[in-house]
């Protein structure tokens, strides 16, 4: 069973960058496909972007395309977002996920969650 900690979250001017990490322990990583989604307050969590294993196939929701890189380091156990151009309306806690099968943007196809990292953009 994996376990996973976000890094990185803080406060930024909107323009700014910020990246986030995703670290695991307690299971194989590279056996995981990886999310990241965001919950912005009295909000679904919603999906932002995902990896597959190798890392070969990203996938982004179309608010972020182009903003935000999704990676990993198997070796590491550890993902990344790279969130560039921020705007306001990208706060959020932000968190990681984890699923033994394929990677999609369902929350519910996730079986492992980080406890979330703050996102906060200043206008």
């Known amino acids: 069973q994996v376990q996973l900690a976000e890094f990185g979250g803080g406060l930024v001017q909107a323009g700014g960058s910020l990246r986030l990490s995703c670290a695991a322990s307690?299971?194989?990583?590279?056996?995981?496909?990886m999310g990241w989604f965001r919950q912005a307050p009295g909000k679904e969590r919603d999906f932002v972007a995902l990896?597959?294993?190798?890392?070969?196939?990203?996938y982004y929701a179309d608010s972020v395309k182009g903003r935000f890189t999704i990676s990993r380091d198997n070796a590491k156990n550890t993902v990344y977002l790279q969130m560039n151009s921020l705007k306001p309306e990208d706060t959020a806690v932000y968190y990681c996920?984890?699923?033994?099968?394929?990677?999609?943007?369902?929350?519910?196809?996730?079986?492992?969650w980080g406890q979330g990292t703050q996102v906060t953009v200043a206008s």
């Open positions: 990896i597959t294993w190798s890392g070969g196939n990203t």
């Open positions: 307690g299971g194989t990583f590279s056996y995981y496909g």
């Open positions: 996920a984890a699923t033994a099968s394929m990677p999609g943007p369902s929350r519910y196809e996730y079986n492992y």
